[in-house]
């Protein structure tokens, strides 16, 4: 015996639909291949260009609580937007981030970081001085490592001194991928 | 605390038992009504999750959860079952009844007032669910209540 599809996803439709979720979370086709998406009440918790639930479940639980559920409609308005974004009719984001549990550190690299605009890039110590910390650019990178929430928070838009892409969590491909999409590389 | 089984989420707990706790309501009460009282025992799981402290016996938990639903679906539909046999659409939960009427409200105070209203949970048991404290269970609710009567009356 098995559970009808149909019936599966009334219960997660009322559970996201009643605020019962701490994180909601699905899976969203991109062209840079699946991702898992997640969100929570107070807005987009987490993207990961890993999309193995099994990977991921217990680092969403960590971030907002252990009631973690697959809720298609809970990452809506992110989908959309991923997808115009994806398909070049978006530059930037309208959706509220979840940041919680970050260090203040943390949190303003990142505030600065969702201002680098679309198409364009800035370098890991242009932006530790934006945020009052001229010489913290190693520690910049450390957050751009850990971002929760890449392509969003653009971290992709963050490159080396010389104009050398450095590195991605996601894997350096995705980064030239984002930037070429952005018009930001040939 | 290092002793305790954690608590796995949720999408866990639910992919493990689900099978289990639908065969158990079928059992008690036929596929039709199984459908609703699986939906509803789980949502129950959901609102209580938070406040468990260990991860240990969740599937003595979710069977005891799934009897007592089983339970109150027959004390609510046994006395006309016989004579509606054909209606057995009326066991809607009661969630599903509210749902149209408060579509419109902020998530918080949405959840306030169907699960005060329409499970007639504490006040207690609601602010567990939504993870605030009792008295911002009870502003939510009352909120929610006051915003839809401006709307029905205006």
């Known amino acids: 015996m098995s559970i009808s599809s149909?019936?599966?996803?009334?219960?997660?439709?009322?559970?996201?639909?009643?605020?019962?979720?701490?994180?909601?979370?699905?899976?969203?086709?991109?062209?840079?291949?699946?991702?898992?998406?997640?969100?929570?009440?107070?807005?987009?918790?987490?993207i990961s260009f890993d999309a193995r639930p099994e990977e991921q479940l217990e680092r969403l639980a960590r971030i907002a609580g252990p009631r973690v559920l697959r809720s298609p409609s809970s990452v809506d308005e992110a989908r959309r937007e991923l997808d115009e974004y994806f398909e070049g009719r978006r530059q930037a984001f309208d959706l509220s981030l979840d940041l919680r549990a970050l260090p203040p550190f943390t949190t303003s690299v990142l505030r600065e970081l969702a201002k680098v605009p679309y198409g364009e890039t800035t370098t890991y110590g242009a932006l530790a001085a934006r945020v009052g910390r001229p010489r913290a650019s190693r520690a910049v990178g450390t957050v751009m490592n850990r971002n929760r929430i890449p392509i969003v928070l653009p971290c992709h838009r963050v490159v080396g001194s010389t104009g050398n892409l450095v590195g991605y969590a996601g894997g350096l491909d995705k980064k030239t991928a984002l930037l070429r999409l952005e018009g930001a590389l040939l | 605390m290092?002793?305790?089984?954690?608590?796995?989420?949720?999408?866990?707990?639910?992919?493990e038992h689900r099978v289990?706790?639908?065969?158990?309501?079928?059992?008690?009460?036929?596929?039709?009504?199984?459908?609703?009282?699986?939906?509803?025992?789980?949502?129950?799981?959901?609102?209580?999750?938070?406040?468990?402290?260990?991860?240990?016996h969740l599937r003595a938990w979710v069977l005891t959860i799934a009897k007592n639903v089983a339970v109150d679906t027959l004390r609510r539909t046994r006395p006309t079952a016989e004579l509606v046999e054909a209606g057995a659409e009326d066991t809607m939960p009661e969630y599903e009844e509210l749902a149209p009427l408060t579509d419109g409200l902020p998530r918080k105070e949405r959840a306030a007032v169907v699960l005060r209203y329409g499970y007639d949970?504490?006040?207690?048991?609601?602010?567990?669910?939504?993870?605030?404290?009792?008295?911002?269970?009870?502003?939510?609710?009352?909120?929610?209540?006051?915003r839809l009567r401006g709307r029905t009356t205006s």
């Open chain 2, 2 to 15: 290092m002793d305790d089984v954690a608590i796995p989420p949720f999408e866990r707990f639910y992919e």
């Open chain 1, 6 to 46: 149909d019936l599966d996803r009334r219960f997660r439709d009322a559970a996201a639909s009643l605020g019962l979720l701490d994180v909601g979370y699905d899976v969203v086709e991109s062209p840079l291949g699946s991702l898992l998406v997640a969100a929570s009440d107070r807005g987009l918790a987490s």
């Open chain 2, 20 to 56: 289990e706790v639908l065969s158990l309501l079928r059992r008690r009460l036929g596929t039709e009504r199984a459908e609703d009282a699986f939906q509803e025992t789980f949502l129950r799981a959901l609102q209580a999750y938070r406040r468990l402290e260990h991860g240990e």
């Open chain 2, 121 to 146: 949970l504490s006040y207690d048991q609601i602010a567990a669910a939504l993870g605030s404290s009792e008295d911002a269970a009870r502003q939510a609710a009352s909120t929610g209540v006051r």
